[in-house]
């Protein structure tokens, strides 16, 4: 009930952000309509607000108009806020606080995202591997199979949508160089050192492979969806330390460069997806063959069986 609870406060601040843009949409196309324009390139800050104020209009039925649209865009702000404020309070006594918190260390990841995709996903360590959450998301690439043949297609957008977008928005943060602001830097302090190694592990590894996707021709939208992608994997990953007792070894379930690896590319020679080459050979070499039934030449073509019971059955 709480997760659900929490997923209505999410999705109502977003409703009210969609009317926020909205508004604003409005307020300036009158601006420029009356040919009134700021210099100022920070909306939202004092100073604009402070310059709304002296706009005057030449007639008076644009001024009503304009009256009424800053009207809007402020009592949208001030529901937004409220919104916010009860939201925050919500996720500090929320069962999953401990791991929105562990995933504000990730670059791109602020409280809005962490939450989102934890409300939406709930707990990220049901699963054993991250490949049923990509699923969830819809972020694999669909497959079309014809006999031996085998082709991908564009992501299945499976799963709530408010996740998806949430992810895509956080991966576009890793097309600069990789770094640790001052902001990141202060929500990183009071998390234990596994966690913040862990956070490190995705500038270094996402932004790295950023730039050679774009320079191979990709689009960059499917490179923003294969970071996606990779960064819900090592969000999976966080949780899992979170959760991992302090006997077990830190890379025991871990995702470590070793045991798992990125997409080599993305769109229709996309890789199958995440897997672990280390344990498809162990199973391999553990795996008993199974007995294959000794064939009937009268059936299969070839020789004919020289067994009496064979025979016998067949007359």
Not at 45 to 56: K, M, N, Q, S, T
Not at 63 to 76: D, G, K, L, P
Request: proline share 8%.
């Amino acid at each position: 009930m709480d997760d659900e609870a929490l997923r209505e406060l999410r999705r109502a601040r977003e409703d009210r952000l969609r009317d926020l843009n909205a508004a604003q949409s409005r307020l300036n196309a009158l601006l420029l309509r009356q040919d009134s324009r700021d210099t100022d390139q920070a909306h939202g800050r004092p100073a604009p607000l402070r310059w709304l104020a002296e706009v005057i209009c030449p007639t008076p039925a644009p001024q009503i108009v304009f009256q009424a649209y800053v009207r809007a865009v402020t009592e949208h702000t001030a529901r937004l806020q409220r919104l916010e404020q009860a939201l925050q309070a919500r996720v500090n006594t929320w069962r999953l606080a401990p791991v929105v918190e562990a995933l504000q260390a990730l670059r791109g990841v602020q409280c809005t995202v962490a939450v989102t995709t934890v409300a939406e996903l709930g707990d990220l360590t049901r699963v054993t591997n991250p490949k049923p959450l990509m699923r969830d998301l819809g972020r694999t690439p669909a497959a079309y199979s014809r006999g031996p043949r085998r082709s991908q297609g564009g992501i299945t957008k499976t799963g709530t949508h408010h996740a998806r977008r949430a992810l895509l928005e956080g991966a576009w943060a890793y097309r600069d160089p990789a770094q640790v602001s001052r902001h990141l830097q202060r929500r990183r302090e009071h998390l234990p050192k596994p966690i913040q190694d862990r956070s490190w592990q995705a500038p270094v590894r996402l932004c790295t492979r950023y730039r050679p996707l774009m320079a191979r021709g990709k689009h960059a939208n499917q490179v923003g969806v294969a970071m996606a992608r990779a960064l819900v994997a090592l969000m999976w990953a966080m949780a899992r330390d979170l959760t991992l007792p302090a006997s077990t070894p830190h890379a025991a379930c871990a995702f470590t460069e070793r045991e798992h690896r990125l997409p080599t590319c993305v769109g229709r020679d996309a890789a199958p997806g995440w897997y672990n080459p280390r344990g498809r050979e162990a199973a391999a070499a553990t795996r008993v063959p199974r007995p294959r039934p000794v064939p009937d030449g009268h059936q299969a073509g070839g020789r004919q069986s020289t067994d009496s019971r064979v025979i016998n059955r067949r007359v």
